[in-house]
Each structure stands twice: as C-alpha cells, then as structure tokens.
C-alpha cells in the first residue's frame, strides 16, 4: 500500500473536477486570455486520465500566476520567476507527481528566465506553460521581456528601445525536449498541445499567447493564427528546421502573423530523473515515500560515516 | 614550557599539503591518547599563498586553539614561484617562516626545509637574531632531499612529520598506520620511508630544546571531527534525504560531506544555477514531503532571502545553513566572523517568523541542527543553523560514542490519508491545511499525491485552505498562528532538560561573560584562567537566538554586577540582540569585538575582562572595548 | 455633524476609475481653500475587485484621513460580473455599498448608482434597515442612465461627483476647470455636460441630510502629493538622473515618475531583468559618476540584499527606495504595513553600514530623500528611504512654494583630475581611494576617465588602492574607517537645526508616544484630542533609524512616565531597535501594534492610550498590545 | 575642457601600461589559463590605442574575476555572477568608457546567465569575456555549467547528470552581434579576437577556453585546435550558417575537438545606446559629464512639474 494513493491509480475524471467551487472565482479582466490556459488545462487532464491529487501544479506571481488558485489540485503559488526550482524539486522528491509549472511572461523570460535556461538544459521531466501577454500585467502594463520593441508603456514612455527575447529560439538553445507554442484563441489545438506536453517524458515547453485586453492586446490580435504544422513543411524533430520555423514564428509575430502549432519534439532523450538514476544519484524508487513506509529503516551515520573519523 | 600540552604548527603554500598532513597528525596523536584540536588559516587562493594549521593537543578537555604555539614546522611555500613569465612572487617563498615569528612563544622549536629555503633567505629575515632573543631552537633540514631520495619531492610534508616526531618523541607507527589506511600500496610504502628516514637523520640531531608531547590516555575511542561534520551527520540522521546547493565557502564543506553521501543513503543532492533555486529546490523537496536542506555563506545566503520568506509563509518545513565568514560583501572568504547574525534573523520582508540556532562547538552543532530539523518539521516553519568558518573547519577530537544516536524519519507534522479523510474540508472538498485552529500555532500538513490532501500553499495572505484573501480578521487570525509558533518552540526549548545554552564557571560568580558561537569554548578556556587566578567569573555561551532564550539570560545577567560580551563582528550584534529582548541590562553589558578576520584567543579574553572590570588598558592588538550602553 | 471636517468616500470596482475621479475631487475641494488628504484602498487586482478612495478635508491642517467618514458615493462594481463563462462574481457587484457599512458615521450619506445596483440587491443588503438604525440619509441616482444620457456610460463617476457637489454644497466650477486642463476637447465636454445635469437633478432632491463641505482659504497655493511623489521629486531635485528599477507594488509609484520624467531632465531611466540588477545597474552608474538610485518593494527589496552590500564594502554612493507592503513573501501587496525595518536595516552579510531615513508625510519624504542623496554621495554609502504603502499612495494638500528648491547638482564626495594629481598614489600610480586616513571615515574617490585616479573597486576587503588584502590590521583600519561615517553622519544631522525627528504635544506632558513612519501624523491626531480631553501625553515621530537618534530618543523617554510605542508590525521592531539601541526604557514602553492590513485611526491610538495607561481594556478591533519588557 | 581627460585623447601606450607595479602578482596557478586572458587583453589595449584610465573593466568573482587586480585600468571586482549589470550601467553613464567585463563558465553561464540573455537582447556596446574552464575554479573543483556530462567532482561523486550549457547556440539565441570563442592556447588568435571584439559597436561575447590544471584540464586538451574560418566554410554573418558551425564546435568540444574562431558578427544592428538615443530617452552627451560641468543647470522639479499638481 503507498501513502499516495491519488497517484498512478487509474482515474476517470472530468473538467470539473478541477474545478473548484463557488469561491474563488477568477478575478482575471473580462476577456483576458488567461481563462483560456485554465480551461485547456481543465481540459487537458481529464483527457490523460489523472486527477486532482496527483497534480503539482506550481505558478509564480503576475495575472498568470493566480492560475493554480482556480485549477483545483495541489497548487503551490511561489514568488515571482521561482516556479521552475520549486517544481523541479517536487517531481525529483516524487516522481509520481504530475507536476506543471506556470507563470507569466516576465515571470518566465525576465525574472526568471535563468531558471527556465537550466531546468530545461537538465530536461526535467515536467510540463512548463508561459502565458505570454507580451506585457507585466498584474503591475499595471509595464513593458515586458517580450513586448515589441518601440513599445509605449508608462515606464518606457517614448518606446522600448529593447529587442524583444525569442522564447522559442531559448528554450531550444537551452535544451528543452518539446517545444510549442498555442494561442488563447485557439482553444482546441491549446488543449491537445497541453496533453502532448504533459505527456511528453522530459521538460516540455508552451509559449501560451494570451491576451490581455486591459494593458496592452486584444484577442483579435492573435488571429488569424496559423497552424504551422498545415501550413508549414518542415521536421520539427529536426533540431535545424525547428530553428528556422521557430526563428521566423517569433519575427512574424511582431508582424501580425499569429504562427502556432509544435515546434520541436525530442523523443529520444531521457529526463533528467533518469540520467540521474542512471549516475546512482538517485533512488529508484519515490524518495517521498520512504518517509510514509514504515519498513524503511533509515541509514545511522555511526554505522556508515564515524569510522573514518576514528 | 610543559609537557603538559603542544601546539604544533604546519606552514606551508597553498597546495603543498598542510591538511593532509595536519589531519594525520592530529588523528596520530589522538590515537596516541591526546585531546586534539585544529585551526586552519588559508588564503582565498588555490596554489600558492601562505597557510597554515595548527595542532593542539592535551591530555584532556582542549577547548581552543590557545595562544601562541610551541613548534612550527615550515616548509616553505613551494608553490610561490610561478613558473609563467607574467608573476614572479618576490619573497613569499620565506612567508611559512617569518609570517610565524610573532607567534611563536619563548622557547619554541622551528623546523624548516633547508631545501627550498637557503641561508641567504634564512639571513634576509634574521631567523638566528630572533631565535637569539626568543630562545628559540632552530633546525634545518633538507626534506626536500630527504623526500626526493626516498620517496617522492611532494612527501616533503612526510619528511617534516617525521623530524617533528623524533623532536617530539611521538611514537611514528602511528603515522604509518595512518598512511596504510589513507593512502595504501606504493604510496603509502613511499611515504613511510621517508617518514622514517627523516625520523632517524633528526633523532640524531642534538636536542636543544626541552618541548616534548605530552601524555594521554582516552575512557573510549575518539573521532576527529569538524563543527562541518557535525551539522552534516545530523542532517543525514534527522532523515535529511535531500540537499540543493551552490558550492560557497565555507558553507562548501557541509554541501561537499551532504553530496558525497546521500546517494549511499538512498537520498538526492542537487548542485543548481544559484542559490535562489537551492534555496527554492529544497523547499519544494520539503513541501513534496522529504526533509530538506539548503545553505550557503555571505552573499549567497543573501539571495535566499526571498525564498526564506515564501517558505515563513507558506509554512514549509526546511533546514537552511549559514556559514559565516568576514564581511560585509565578498569580504575576506576565508577569515571567520560572526557578523551574518542579524541578516540572518531579520532578513526576507516582513515580521520573522524563524529559528535560529548557533552552536559553540562539533557536539553542539550535532544537537542543534538535530533540533533545527525537529522544529523545522513539527512545527512548518524555516530552521536556520549558523555556524562560521572556524567552527566548520577546525577539528576535534569527540568520544566516537557521542555519534551513536537513533535516525529519525518521522516527517513532523503531517496527516496520512486516514487521517486526512476525518480532517477539516471546505465544500469543495479542499483541505484546511491553514485551519485558524491550529494547536500551538501549528496545523498538520497533507503532502502532494494524498488522497483528500490538496490545498493551496501561496506567498499571500491566505485563508485556510490556502486561497488568497485580504480580510483583516483572517489576516489577523493567521499573523497570530503562525508567530504562536515561537513561543510554543521557546516553551519546548525551556522544558527540554538539555539547554542549548552552555554555562561554565562557579555559579556565584561577581562578574559574567556572554559568549555565543565559536567563540564560546574559547571564552571557557579564558574563564577557567581567569577563575584560577583569583577572579570571580562565569560564562554563559548562547546559541538560541530565535526565539531568544529570555528566562535563562535575564537570570544570568542579573546574577552579576557586570557582563562582558564576546563577539567577533564591529557592531556588538549579539549584544544588540540581548538589550532588543531584554530592554535593560545595557547599563551592565560591555562588548569586546574583533573583526580582523582572527578569532579570540583565551588570553586575549583575559585581557578584555581585566580592561573593564580591573580598568587596565586593552594591551595593543585588534580588539575594541564597547561601553555599557545608557552610560 | 459640523462644517469643520467631511470625509467623503468614492466606491466602485478596480476600473470604475475611483483614482482619478477622487483625485480631481479632492483637488478641487483644494482649490477651494480647504486642506485635503485622501486614503486609497484596492485589492491586488486589476478589474473588478472593491476599491475605494476617501477624502477628508478641513480648513486646515488634515494629519490622517480621520475615523470614519461622512459621505459614501457608491458606483457598485461594474467589472464584477465577467462576461466568461469561467467565472461569476456572486455579490461581489454590491461590495463597493455594503462593505462601507461598519465605517459610515451616523447621519452620514449615501449616494449609489441605482442604474446598476437594483432595488431586489438593496434589500438583500437591507440597507434601508441599516440606514435607518444610523440616521444615515440615502440617495438612489441612475448615474448610469445620467452618465448615457449626457456623455458616455463610463461617466458614471462623473455623475456622481455631480450629485455629490450638490448634496454638499460644492461649486462645481472646480471640476468644470478640472476636467479642462486634464482632459480636454469632447470628452471635457462630455464629462461636463454630465457633472452639471447630475448637480441639477440632485439639486431638486428634498436634502434630508445636514452635511456640507467646510469653508477654508489657503494662505498659498497648495499642490495635492503623494510620498511617492514627495520622494521622487527629491530624487530629481538632487540631481539624481538615472533609476534602474523593476515594477513592484508600492514601490511602482516612485519608478514611475522617475521614468516619465527622467528623459525630460536629460537623465535615464532603466527598466531591467530583476532586482538584482537593478540594484547593480545603480551602482555602477552611481560608481561611474552619475547620482543614481533604485528601489523596490517586498520580495525585490529582498533581492537587493547583495548588491547593497556590494555598495557598503565598495563605498559606492547609492540610493535605495523601500516601500514596505504587508508581508512576509507575497503577503497582501496592497496593503500597508512597517514590518521591513529590520530587514532593511541588517539585510547582507556583514556588520551593516547604511543610512535609513523613514519619513512620515510627503514632506518629510522630500527633505529625507534629499538628505538621503547629501549623505549617500558625500559619504560614499547607500542611503535607504523606508516608507510604506499608505504614504507612497496617500494625496496631501502642501503649500506649492515648499518646493521651491534649488537642485543640487554636486556629485558630493569626488576630486578633480587637478586634486587627483595631487592626491596619494601608490608606487604604480594607482589612486589610494581607499587610503587609510579618511576624514570622517571618508577619502573623496575618483571617477572612470578621470586621468590619474585609477583604482581597484572591489566587494573583498581591500587596501589603500584596493588590492585585495587579509591583511588583519588592514582590516581593522579599513572596518574603523567606514564605520565611522555612521558616527559622523549622526554629528551631522545632530548638529543641522532640522531634525528628522518630529516632536509634537506639551513639553512637559506626563506619558509619551513613540512612532515612526506614516503612522506618525496619525498619532499627533490623537495626541491633540487626548491633550484636549485632559491627559497629558506628547509624541516624538522617528525617521532616523539608522544612525538611530540616541540623543533625542533618549531625551524624550527620560522626559516621560510611560510611553506608548505605535507601530503597523507584529513584532514590535522599532520598539525593539529602540531597545537594542539604548539598552535600556524596556520597563517604559508599551507597544501598540496592527498588522491586519489597515491602518490606524486616530481613535484607536486613543483607545490604546487609554488601554495603557488608563489600563481599560482594549475595545475590540485587530490590535494588539504588547507589555513592557522586563516586566 | 572636459572632466575626463583620458577619454578619446590619443594615446600612445604599450602592454606595460595595463601592468601593475610589483604589487598584486597574479596569484593564479602555475599553468592556469587565465594568465592568457589577461595577455592578450594588455596586448588588444595599446594595438587600439587605449589608456589605462578609459577602459573600465568589471569582473565577478571566481579565479577568472581577479582579472581586474592583475590588469592596469579603473577596475571593478563585483560580486558572483553581477558583472554584467555594472558594466551595462557604466556604459549608460559614461559611453566614452571602454568596457569590459570578465568572468568565469560558473558565474557568467550559471548564476548570472540570466544578466548575460539580457545584456546580449539589448546589445548593449561592451566586450564580455567568460574564461571557460569548464569548471568551478575558485571554490575547488565542482561541476560547472560547461563541464561535460559524466564529469565527476566533489559535489557529483558519480559524475554530472547534466548536458553543458551551449554558450555560444546561447548567446546567438540571447541576441549578442559579436560571439568568438578563443583558447588560451592560442595566444595569437586571442589577442585579435579580443581586439576585434572590443572594436565591435554591440555587444561583443568571447567564450574563452582557459585550461584549469588544478581542478579540471591541462592545456593540452585544448590543442591542437581548429581555427573555423580556416578550416570550415560558413558565412559568420548568416545567422544559421553561424548557428550550425556553433552548434558543431560546442558538441566537438567535448569530443576533444576544439574549434575557435569568429562565429557570428551582425554589423549593422544598433546598440543599446544608439536605440535609446533615437527613442529619446537617452541624451545625446555622456551622462556622466553633467556633474563636472560647471555650466550645466540642472533642472528644478519646481519649474517643471508642480503645476499639474495644483
Ligand atoms: C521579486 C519581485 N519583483 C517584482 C514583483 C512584482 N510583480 C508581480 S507580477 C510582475 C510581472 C507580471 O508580469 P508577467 O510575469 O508577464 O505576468 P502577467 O501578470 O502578465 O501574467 C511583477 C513585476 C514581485 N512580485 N516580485
Ligand atoms: C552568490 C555567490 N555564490 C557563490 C559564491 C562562491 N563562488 C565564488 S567563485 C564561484 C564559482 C567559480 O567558478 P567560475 O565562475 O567558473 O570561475 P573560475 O573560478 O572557474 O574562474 C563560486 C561558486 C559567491 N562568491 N557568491
Ligand atoms: S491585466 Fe491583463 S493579464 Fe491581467 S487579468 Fe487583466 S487582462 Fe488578464
Ligand atoms: S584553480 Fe584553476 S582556474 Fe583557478 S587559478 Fe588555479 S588553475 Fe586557474
Ligand atoms: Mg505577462
Ligand atoms: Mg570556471
């Protein structure tokens, strides 16, 4: 018997049950885009059979970041940019775990955006979701990592004279396994980019074009979208095509050309969960449970450490 | 000079082998029976620049490094000449030898490599003038010859061990029972050799001196051990499986002892892109529910500052270690201080809400960062172990027996799911994990992957299952749920009968001394002396500095006329700590500092307590007189 | 209900636009003579969500926004319902009537926008029981339908200053005027058509209330201010022409107008990747020649910590910004609190060597953020100017010709190349900008490009030219040296005539208040009532926290019996650096503490008074008192 | 007359200039490879014609960080993995200076890699060093971002689960218009490199392979190695072409291969400085020069922005 036992049980499950009750309610702007990324997540997981209590869900802080007060699973609302060691740690303590990172924008590509470079460089098995309005929100409408240069906001009143940072482009530098990017207007394709992603056995990354009516886009914005899967011919599983697409996705979209769609996927490579296990520098088993199992006898120092010292 | 105890000093480069060799030579002594002790000094160098470390042994109870020492054995730095065109280093060669010079005491022994360090060098720093007036007794040796015939050049540190040996009369098999153990086969056959050799050229010298090793004899076996150690075996027999860090010195040595044994005990050591995600990794470990761990020194800390705050308030479990070194900024990396005490009770925004202990010395920081653990787990909140530099690194020797201690893998307060299903839920099913009632402040936790467990753990303000709320009422309740903590630990700490405070001298004493962290044994060292010549002095040594020991050290300080107050930091934290809790006493407190990146030796001690209480002067040196505050 | 004082209070949803039309409200009771000040409240969201903004205006000298208040205009929240279908806002619409309830004084009026708020939703708030019980008098207008009619829906607040003017007696020719200058062309039209068909139709109203707008008259013209503003135009007026920052709330408030206006004054504003470097990037500028600031809140504050001590070890000229939110971590970021002090004070490792100003009102936030600049560049030390969310965002009435400043152009403590050239060099030329015979603890330095003044900045300790050194005298000088600027900077600002301490109430009165930041106008409130009704009590607002005011603190506790120590914290820190500073008055002090998110009325300071000192109990509320020490 | 009077003078100086006295020595370790950096950094300063007294040169902490105790210039030895933000400010403050910053792999790719995205998105005007030893120097041998996977330490006893950083895929990525990667074995090369980079009007990045015998590698690893532009064909200025020829040089890397050579030059994107000139929210004169310019009224919030407060 595990002390866990909302994990790896077969679930049926259904949208609402991510769903929590009356209180609280999304306190988002009316036609922000971020209701879109909590309705694909709602989605998403029912879709993959798991359930609330078997969901990590970690988000930093901007608009973004409220995301795991109205997904209802074990949430953890972090600090800003701080999303990614927390939930990395969480899938390394117990693997089990379903565990999804989110935040903003400036959460994810400023603040935090070191973390994002590593945690996807050691391929942690988690899915990682950017809800990219290409402004600071929850601040007001600052200029963001992936606001448009020449960009007017009360704390660049004449413009940013700052190129904005190519997500895409990063995440594959940096060495993510699945890399794509969805829009809030496209509703169904989000959804199964969410569930592919979750899937995916290493860190999977989803730029999330979300609007934000109140400081800076409307969803009218980002459409028409393209799917560049239909509309594009190249090998996403190849690391040179998935530059260029990805390279020319990010231009076009200060262009007004919404592209979407996957980007790059990496079967092959393993998690860092198994890299490490791979060294012995970790267990096989969930390290989590040894503290929950009563038969595991923990190691003595006396017994292992103070001969040495003798 | 007695054969009551020795202090022994090995100088050396950077990289020519002090510590080895050192080590060994305090673990053969205490094999022979001696109370040993260790003080490393080192640059913030790799190769080259002058070290050293220094062995103290006695028959029993070595509590310092004491003042001054006997026997310097120095080899010179062999690393001081670099070989590339663009550095050339003028005489640092010869600072293994003159650095030492004001610290030897009358009567002391020098050994060095004639070697590497020629008579024109040994003429340019007038060694035989000093030895002349300090009635020194000065012995040259080629160990680099020594070495180079019967081993190889770098067993000059053996070869040193060896002449030291024979002028000391230490029995070698000790050494070379070490050697098989540490280095074995060809190596360790080398290194006997030429241990041996030197042995015999020196026990033919004529024998000037009148310096030999004391005797000594142990009730049980010892273990040679670092204050690192101590709070590294804790961790690990807390249940500790779980360790983020960012390599800092000196908090190095305890991520180092952490990440080379966790994966033997079945646990994880991660090594992140900086200290915010150490900080951040051990946190989401603790809330995943595996005990954890994270540290760092100085600036490194710093940066976890933010996290520290998020982990007070989303109440999460985590131990968090802090090295002290000489600051402020980088400042000097290698020195000890205690000046991190107030940035590390106070920082991260808002009211603290932490524990924090500082032990005094390797037993102590067993105990306590065993209790860190207990706290930190029973009652969800962040335990911080602050330590320093010199009680990281310096060794002692510790009856093996004390390490003989149960593993505890009990993860504090935390429901299973049995109980979780009776627990308190809102309506939709959501855990009050932040319940208003908790008891002593604290509300067991659920752990992610608990059936009937989820909750939302956020940096807001939250109501009791964890969303975001602004309510003044429910702000309130929380406030005072979470601080309730401190006084219910400061209530455990009381009714516990092992004090994490120490106290040392004739409990009537007229006068006091408050001590806290390394500096602790040493103040007991100097109480000892004082107290035999007729003074009338007791110490207590501190190590609760969050929640405050309020009882004990108002009871102490009112059991005397008048208190000095030892710390090594410029602005008097510790006092400053004491009149904060306390609201009087200034009147009584006097603070001697030193911040030169030295620590206090016991006469120095002595010296500061006659200079208030006798009113002689403070004798030269580093150190600073603070009045009694209000005066 | 007088004429001497209204308190009026606009209500609606995050979005309805209560900032700006309370802003023009209250410049135009400004305008009409009377002294005004506002107190905003909104929750961490940014539409929808109950928001409020209260204006108090009297003839002359507002100190708080006062308990209570008078006359609640009530625009429903018309962000509450979201149009997705992911969310409904229950009641939430209705926030922005019935959550004012508990504080609307009895006789007080009621305007709400009957256009949005049906009669079904006021009878499930019954608040016509609630009005009667309190002889409040309630006016339903359709603003919504006026706001249609004459211009756009979005007017509705326009409207309801419309009826407003008319229930009190306001002239509306102060918003017409208004609405002029800050909107011009259709929409000043349009916003103007409806403000006078408003007035008109509530005109005809049987008025049943007998509240109306005092009459006043400024000697001088007034400018309406923040803190926020009070801050930044001292940053400008000091020369400061380059902030690095990074959006954080209250924080935002000052890096705002900095940024809007920098590039007008020939400066640079730099909105960076995160505190860390935004900490840097003043440095560097500030090191580079420039006076340069940053500054944060909470959590970015937090992130400062190691580059702030960067600039103490460096001696590199800087100035912080803190604005203090409810914490720890996230904590409520809309909401005030005086909990970072320690934080501030001892943040990074090491012994701190900072200046801490924490004004208490917009003015006090202009002279100390100017001395802020004075100390920080004639000393080479970051200077902190601590304040809170409440007088970052708080509007006061000021007469306009205190800002009649000149600016100050001089980068302080700097040498000319021709100084330079006779300046103390080392054998390599290297400037000693470290030397050791500082005056005051101070050795002007030289900038990049400057001909012979190049020297070695480091975060390491260093010696006269900064090489890096451990040399333990070195060490000792150099700690001495910077320390003493502490020393120094106190003898300043002891020996100017304008202190930074603010003494209020009888000389010679019997109990004292201590307080410190924005609470401090709060407490002179309630020290004039309380003196009125008899007792004798005055109150000294502290803004010097570090170097602490020895001297005048110290003065002011002899001078009393008992004293009172009024703070928004729950761990008493200014009480306790109080103590810790002076070792002693523990036995003297109460404190008052709140830290549910609000802040105090005059009244509870009163009570707490009362509960102290008349030891009655305290009536209710979320405060809290905590004994004196040693008690 | 300006305050400045070692900016934009002509200088005639030589490699002595930029040496101290006899005091600091480099207090490196025999055959450690920074003593190549600062090399050819003294060797690039006089062949540009710069004085001590114009070049500020901002270091980190690390082994590579005491780079500025050992180089002749205004210096600024700053905190781990903080250079970049120092530099970019000083730059802002002064454009006449010639900066430099320098650090290690540890505190350039790891902890600060987050300044360095940002400091090459804006393309701020100034040269970056990262001595890459592949290691943590300073603090005694552990893992660092560019060792190989399986490298074992100290802290990874079974060796590191994680695949390097790219610095230059990076770097391109990030939006650096200048990126080169030299050795310390390479003395030659170096000094042009360093020498071209500092000429470069943008943000100049040199991952510069510097052997670290104590802890990590001899400098024979780093020979022979291959210049690119000898012996490959790619067109620097293409920004795939450059992608790919980086992409192969940092996986050969740890083959036992080592290219160098330009990667990538962009010539005609504007600098940071020059974006914000033309967006006005820069002046046109060096910032710096204000304060010791007697003639320079400052402007007085009393004539400027009290009125809207009326
Ligand atoms: C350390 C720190 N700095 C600053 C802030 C203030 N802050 C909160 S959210 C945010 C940015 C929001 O932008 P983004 O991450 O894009 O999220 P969005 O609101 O657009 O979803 C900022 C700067 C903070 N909470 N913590
Ligand atoms: C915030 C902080 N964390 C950790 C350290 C300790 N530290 C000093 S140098 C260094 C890494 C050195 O590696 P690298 O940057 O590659 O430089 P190298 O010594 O190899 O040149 C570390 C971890 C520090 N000084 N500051
Ligand atoms: S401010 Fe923008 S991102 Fe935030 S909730 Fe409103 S629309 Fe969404
Ligand atoms: S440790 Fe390595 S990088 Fe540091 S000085 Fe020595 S050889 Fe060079
Ligand atoms: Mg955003
Ligand atoms: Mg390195």
């Known amino acids: ?310 | 000079m007695t054969g009551s105890e020795l202090k022994w000093r090995i100088a050396g480069g950077s990289g020519d082998g002090i510590d080895s060799t050192s080590q060994n030579f305090a673990k053969a002594l205490m094999r022979a029976g001696l109370d040993v002790f260790t003080h490393r000094h080192y640059p913030s160098r790799i190769r080259g620049g002058h070290t050293y470390v220094e062995v103290r042994a006695q028959p029993d109870d070595v509590r310092s490094r004491g003042d001054g020492f006997d026997f310097l054995l120095s080899l010179g730095d062999s690393f001081a000449r670099n070989p590339d065109d663009e550095a050339y280093y003028g005489e640092e060669e010869l600072k293994p030898l003159y650095e030492h010079f004001d610290d030897l005491n009358e009567g002391g022994v020098i050994v060095y490599d004639s070697g590497l360090i020629d008579d024109e060098a040994v003429e340019e720093i007038n060694l035989y003038e000093r030895a002349e007036e300090n009635n020194w007794h000065v012995y040259p040796v080629d160990l680099r010859g020594l070495a180079r015939e019967h081993g190889r050049e770098v067993m000059r540190n053996t070869a040193g061990v060896g002449v030291s040996a024979a002028l000391l009369g230490v029995d070698t098999s000790y050494f070379e029972e070490l050697m098989q153990e540490v280095m074995g086969g060809d190596i360790a056959e080398a290194n006997i050799e030429t241990l041996n050799a030197a042995y015999e050229q020196a026990a033919e010298f004529d024998h000037t001196h009148d310096l030999e090793v004391p005797k000594g004899d142990h009730d049980s076996e010892q273990a040679l051990v670092t204050g690192s150690d101590g709070i590294a075996y804790a961790a690990l027999d807390s249940g500790c499986r779980f360790i983020s860090g960012y390599p800092m010195t000196p908090w190095t040595d305890v991520f180092t002892i952490m990440s080379q044994n966790l994966p033997h005990f079945g646990g994880i050591a991660e090594q992140v892109e900086d200290e915010i995600a150490a900080a951040s990794l051990a946190i989401g470990a603790s809330h995943t529910g595996v005990k954890a761990m994270s540290g760092s020194s100085g600036g490194g800390f710093a940066l976890m500052s933010e996290p520290l705050g998020l982990a007070e308030m989303t109440e999460t479990p985590v131990v968090l270690i802090e090295a002290m070194r000489a600051g402020p900024s980088t400042g000097m990396p290698t020195k000890p201080e205690q000046a991190d005490l107030e940035h590390v009770l106070y920082t991260s925004q808002g009211d603290s809400c932490r524990v924090v202990f500082a032990p005094g010395n390797p037993q102590e920081a067993y105990e306590q960062t065993r209790k860190a653990f207990e706290y930190a787990y029973d009652y969800h909140i962040p335990a911080i172990v602050l330590y320093d530099q010199k009680l990281g690194g310096e060794m002692r020797s510790v009856p093996a027996e004390f390490f003989d201690r149960e593993p505890d893998s009990d993860p504090g307060a935390v429901l299973t799911e049995d109980e979780l299903s009776e627990a308190a839920h809102d309506a939709a099913g959501k855990f009050k994990r932040y319940s208003h009632d908790g008891e002593d402040g604290v509300v067991p936790r659920s752990v992610p992957g608990q059936e009937g467990g989820r909750f939302l753990a956020t940096g807001n303000e939250s109501q009791e299952v964890g969303h975001i709320s602004e309510d003044p009422d429910n702000r309130k309740h929380q406030m005072d749920r979470r601080m309730e903590k401190l006084t219910s630990i400061r209530e455990d700490l009381n009714a516990g009968d092992d004090s994490n405070q120490a106290f040392h001298g004739p409990a009537d004493a007229d006068y006091g001394i408050l001590v806290w962290g390394s500096q602790q044994d040493t103040v007991f060292e100097a109480v000892d002396r004082l107290n035999a010549r007729g003074s009338s002095v007791k110490a207590l040594g501190v190590s609760d500095m969050m929640p405050y020991p309020e009882s004990e050290v108002t009871a102490f300080l009112e059991s005397v006329e008048e208190c000095l107050v030892v710390e090594m930091n410029a602005t008097a934290q510790f006092r400053g700590l004491t009149q904060k809790e306390l609201g009087r006493f200034g009147p009584k407190m006097t603070s001697l500092l030193k911040y030169d990146g030295e620590p206090f030796e016991p006469s120095e001690i002595v010296e500061g307590f006659e200079a208030t209480v006798e009113e002689t002067d403070l004798p030269g040196g580093n150190m600073e007189l603070r009045p009694a505050a209000g005066d």
Chains 1, 4 share one sequence.
């Open chain 1, 1 to 310: 018997m595990t002390a866990f036992s909302a994990i790896h049980e077969e679930h049926e499950s259904d949208k609402e049950d991510f769903t929590p009750g009356v209180e609280p309610q999304p306190t988002w702007c009316p036609g922000c885009g971020d209701f879109a990324v909590l309705k694909a997540l709602k989605g998403a997981m029912p879709e993959l059979g798991r359930s609330p209590e078997e969901v990590m869900l970690v988000t930093g802080i901007g608009c973004s970041g409220k995301l795991s007060s109205y997904f209802e699973s074990y949430g953890y609302h972090s600090i800003h940019g701080r999303a990614l060691p927390i939930a990395r740690a969480s899938k390394l303590a117990n693997p089990g775990l379903e565990v999804v990172a989110a935040g903003g924008d400036g959460d994810g590509y400023g603040i935090g955006a070191n973390h994002f470079m590593h945690t996807a460089r050691e391929n942690h098995d988690m899915t990682y979701i950017v809800f990219n309005n290409e402004i600071f929100g929850l601040t007001k409408g600052q200029t963001s990592p992936t606001s448009p240069k020449g960009h007017k906001s009360k704390t660049q009143p004449s413009g940013s004279a700052k190129d904005p940072v190519r997500p895409l482009t990063l995440s594959l530098a940096s060495g993510a396994s699945y890399i794509a990017r969805t829009a809030a207007t496209n509703p169904r394709q989000a959804q199964q980019i969410i569930a592919e992603a979750i899937e995916h056995d290493g860190f999977a990354h989803i730029d999330f074009l979300t609007q934000c009516p109140t400081w800076n886009k409307d969803a009218k914005e980002y459409v028409p979208y393209t799917d560049v899967q239909e509309e594009y011919d190249f090998d996403k599983t190849d690391r040179r095509e998935a530059a260029d697409m990805m390279y020319e996705a990010e231009t076009k979209l200060y262009e007004g050309e919404v592209l979407t769609g996957r980007f790059f996927r990496e079967e092959n490579r393993p998690s860092y969960g198994q890299e490490k296990r791979s060294t012995g520098e970790m267990p096989e088993d969930p390290l989590a449970e040894r503290y929950y199992d009563d038969d595991d006898g923990f190691e003595r120092v006396a017994d292992h450490l103070i001969e040495r010292h003798k």
